[in-house]
C-alpha cells in the first residue's frame, strides 16, 4: 500500500513541476502578447536616423535556410536604383544582420525572398573599420515591433 502512495506523490509531484515549467511558455499563447519584430521593409524611408544608414538589400533562398536558429542573417547588398537593362541587381556586399532580441514573445519576422530596404548602425571595431563576420559587414538594424493580430493585419505598437 505504501508504495501506491509513494508512485502516486510522485506523479503528483511530476505532474506539479512539469506545469511549472511549462507556465512561462503558456504566458504568450495570447494573441494580445505576441507580437513580431519587423526588420526590413518593401519601400525606401525618406530618411534615416542620425549615425544609420539605409540599404538596399536582396535576400535569397539560401538566406532562408533555417534563418530561424541563427542570431545573423545574411543578404546581399545592392545599389539604391534598380538597373532595368539586367535580369537581376548584382550585389555590391554582403551584410550580416544581427537579429534583434526581444521578450519570449516576440519573434523576428523574415520576409519571402526578395528585394527589401533595411535601417540599421554598422558596427566599428576598434580600427576605426566596420566589423565584418563571414565576408559581411555587422550591422545592427532599426526595427519595431508590431502585435500579430490574426486576420486583422498588423497594429504598431
Known amino acids: 500500500m505504501k508504495a501506491v502512495f509513494r508512485k502516486s506523490g510522485l506523479m503528483i509531484a511530476a505532474l506539479g513541476?512539469?506545469?511549472?515549467?511549462a507556465a512561462p511558455a503558456s504566458a504568450c499563447q495570447s494573441v494580445q502578447s505576441e507580437s513580431k519584430i519587423v526588420l526590413f521593409s518593401?519601400?525606401?524611408?525618406?530618411?534615416?536616423?542620425d549615425g544609420m544608414v539605409q540599404y538596399r538589400v536582396r535576400i535569397d533562398r539560401q538566406t532562408l535556410r533555417d534563418v530561424g536558429s541563427r542570431d545573423l542573417i545574411?543578404?546581399?547588398?545592392?545599389?539604391?536604383k534598380r538597373d532595368e537593362t539586367k535580369a537581376i541587381d548584382k550585389a555590391t556586399g554582403t551584410l550580416q544582420i544581427e537579429k534583434p532580441r526581444g521578450t519570449s514573445c516576440d519573434s523576428v519576422s523574415i520576409p519571402p525572398a526578395g528585394v527589401y530596404y533595411v535601417i540599421g548602425t554598422l558596427v566599428i571595431g576598434a580600427d576605426g573599420e566596420p566589423v565584418t563576420i563571414g565576408g559581411g559587414k555587422l550591422l545592427r538594424p532599426l526595427f519595431k515591433s508590431v502585435e500579430a493580430y490574426p486576420d486583422f493585419g498588423a497594429v504598431q505598437k
Open 42 to 49: 518593401k519601400d525606401k524611408k525618406t530618411d534615416a536616423p
Open 74 to 80: 545574411r543578404v546581399w547588398s545592392l545599389t539604391d
Open 17 to 21: 513541476a512539469g506545469l511549472m515549467i
